[in-house]
């Protein structure tokens, strides 16, 4: 069946390093995102793309960077991670671009930043 | 500034008891609403998709109904495996950003 995956499911990192988070999605999506869950905030958007070689900043993208090489994989880099990007990252895929083609996500990857 | 509210943030109800959940929107360029199922270390589950105002959708024990300023998630009769955070959130006509809610956790006791 086709999915959706990230990796790894749980991180514990160190103020100041370099950290990917990987999504890798098998329904041959052309639209990927990259959100951020906080208690007492919505799901927000961090990065997204809606092909290979192509990619957006969403509303909180300060310290996150993507790239995309091909259809499937998205990774997420915190080029230097700080105790504010603790969080429970959530990768997305959608088929179309436009309005209303509902985004299907993964399982989450819970980073720890100390 | 696009905003999605949700009510209430918690809500606990016996199995059989009915309710709803609301969602209110002020989002500019609004052409529809997600809600999306949430369950404790998962990612959100995708449940309806609402595009206009009068529009209806059901699944199992849930409807979605969608106003001009709000929509509503109406659980009947509920059972514990209802027991999830039901997330709302708001699309516009560019592209497939979306705008969500903080969610209703929502438990459902025997």
């Known amino acids: 069946d086709a999915e959706i995956t990230q990796s790894p499911r749980h991180k514990i990192t160190e103020t100041g390093r370099q950290v990917t988070l990987a999504c890798h999605q098998t329904?041959?999506?052309?639209?990927m995102f990259w959100y951020r869950q906080d208690l007492g905030h919505g799901l927000r958007l961090i990065h997204y793309s809606y092909g290979v070689h192509d990619t957006n900043k969403g509303e909180v993208s300060d310290g996150y960077s993507v790239s995309r090489s091909n259809t499937e994989d998205l990774p997420l880099t915190l080029e230097s991670a700080a105790s504010s990007q603790t969080s429970v990252y959530f990768c997305?895929?959608?088929?179309?671009?436009?309005?209303?083609?509902?985004?299907?996500f993964g399982p989450g990857t819970r980073l720890t930043v100390l | 500034e696009d905003q999605v509210t949700q009510s209430p943030e918690a809500l606990r109800l016996q199995e059989g008891e009915s309710s709803s959940l609301n969602c209110s929107y002020t989002v500019s360029g609004l052409r529809g609403l997600f809600w999306y199922r949430q369950d404790p270390g998962k990612g959100p589950e995708f449940l309806f998709t609402l595009y206009s105002a009068g529009e209806e959708k059901e699944k199992e024990r849930l409807k979605a109904t969608l106003t001009k300023k709000e929509s509503f998630l109406h659980i009947t009769a509920p059972k514990p495996e209802d027991s999830a955070t039901y997330l709302c959130?708001?699309?516009?006509?560019?592209?497939?950003?979306?705008?969500f809610g903080t969610g209703t956790r929502l438990q459902v006791t025997l």
């Open positions: 959130a708001g699309f516009t006509g560019t592209a497939s950003k979306l705008t």
């Open positions: 329904w041959n999506h052309n639209n």
């Open positions: 997305a895929s959608s088929l179309l671009a436009g309005a209303g083609n509902e985004q299907f």
